[in-house]
Each structure stands twice: as structure tokens, then as C-alpha cells.
């Protein structure tokens, strides 16, 4: 079946530097991806939507020049976590959306981020 | 508007016995609706989706929900609890129409006790 992978996994960085998380389908395009940050215990958080070949579009609240998302291919979206502190610390979820209108949604498996 | 109410936090039931997770949803176009399970650490697996076909939709592990118009309601169900059922579960509505989000239910936590 589809699958979506997202790397690292797990990454710990110093306060202050940068970070990388890549969200790829795997065997599927997808023009829509999602990103999500997931407090312990809690739901998730859509933090914004990511386009092929356009902006994303940011939640309210959700800072786009420390978020910042790329979605360069049909098959791949980045989220740069910059100059992060350790409120930053979280589970970072992706998930892409099979096709440019279907209703089929897959997960990648998080990342865990540790700013220290 | 779209939103997604899970009724209940948490669920334990006994290894072997059926499970029910309940989740309501509003939504102001005809929505696609999913259930999603997390286990710890990790990310989310689709367990089933609703999207206008057959109302009784049949998911992975022996999970099904029922789609109930009037009722606004998709709950989860499985006859009998296997202990690997522990996990995090999320009820999902999509639209696409209008806003196209994913909206989260707050989640269920299902404990099985041996």
C-alpha cells in the first residue's frame, strides 16, 4: 500500500541552530501535504498545508518564517525548524494526500525533535 | 465549518470482548471520514474510510464503523479485543469541498486488560 516517510525519526539539536525534516510518498504523487505537531497526550495540530510547486498555507498562529515548508516535488515536502529553542521540542507528523483531489490521506511515522 | 467530537477520552475493555469508540461530527458538505490508530512513538495508520459509498465500511484488524447520517455519528467498532488493540485513536473528517483540512477528534486511548 501507499506509504509516506519521514526523516530522522528522531534528531536532537542545539538551541539556537537549525533542523530539517523530510516528508516523501513513497509510491504515490502527492500535490497536498500536510504538517502536524503532536504534544504529548494531545491531538494533533495542523500547522500548515504544503502545495507542489507554491506556498504553503500557514494555521493561525503558526510562525511561517521558523516553520518553513518546501514542497519542491510531487513526492517531497520539507519542514525547516529554524533557529529552534527548546519549546520547539516536539512529535512532528506529516501526511500526504493521494492525488490532486482524492480523499485518501496517508501518514508518514513522525519525527521526534529534541532541542537542547 | 467541520468538527469532530470523540466522546470518550479513554476505553479499557477486556481482552476478547467488543470494542466501541464513538466519535460525532458537523460538517457542512458531504465529508470523508476516517479513523486513524497511533501506537506510542509512532505515526498514524489508517484504519478505515467513509466516503459516500456503503455506510458500513470494513477496515484493517477486524475494525469497522458505521457511517449514520442522522445520527451525525462514526463510531468504531470490533467484535473482540486483541491485546495488540492498545493504542491512541483518532476519528477524522475531510471535506473536500470548501476548506480542505483534515479535522482531529481529540482522540481515544483503548487500554485492554488481559
Known amino acids: 500500500g501507499a506509504v509516506v516517510s519521514q526523516h530522522p525519526s528522531w534528531v536532537i539539536c542545539k538551541s539556537g541552530t537549525s533542523v530539517k525534516i523530510e516528508c516523501r510518498s513513497l509510491?504515490?504523487?502527492?500535490?497536498?501535504m500536510f504538517w502536524y505537531r503532536q504534544f504529548p497526550k494531545q491531538s494533533l495540530m495542523l500547522m500548515a498545508t504544503s502545495n507542489e510547486g507554491s506556498k504553503a498555507t500557514y494555521e493561525q498562529g503558526v510562525e511561517k518564517d521558523k516553520f518553513l515548508i518546501n514542497h519542491a516535488s510531487l513526492t517531497l515536502s520539507t519542514l525547516t525548524v529554524t533557529s529552534a529553542h527548546p519549546e520547539d521540542s516536539s512529535f512532528y507528523i506529516c501526511?500526504?494526500?493521494?492525488?490532486?483531489?482524492?480523499?485518501?490521506?496517508?501518514f508518514g511515522e513522525g519525527s521526534w525533535l529534541t532541542v537542547v | 465549518a467541520q468538527s469532530v467530537t470523540q466522546l470518550d477520552s479513554h476505553v479499557s475493555v477486556s481482552e476478547g470482548t467488543p470494542v466501541l469508540l464513538r466519535c460525532n461530527y458537523s460538517s457542512s458538505y458531504s465529508p470523508s471520514l476516517f479513523w486513524y490508530v497511533q501506537h506510542p512513538n509512532k505515526g498514524l495508520q489508517l484504519l478505515l474510510k467513509y466516503t459516500s459509498a456503503a455506510t458500513l465500511v470494513k477496515g484493517i484488524n477486524g475494525f469497522e464503523a458505521e457511517f449514520k447520517k442522522s445520527e451525525t455519528s462514526f463510531h468504531l467498532t470490533k467484535p473482540s479485543a486483541h491485546m495488540s488493540d492498545a493504542a491512541e485513536y483518532f476519528c477524522?473528517?475531510?471535506?473536500?469541498?470548501?476548506?480542505?483540512?483534515?479535522?482531529f477528534g481529540t482522540g481515544t486511548r483503548l487500554t485492554i486488560i488481559p
Open positions: 477524522v473528517v475531510f471535506s473536500t469541498f470548501g476548506n480542505e483540512k483534515l479535522t
Open positions: 509510491d504515490f504523487q502527492a500535490t497536498t
Open positions: 501526511s500526504a494526500r493521494v492525488g490532486s483531489s482524492g480523499n485518501t490521506i496517508y
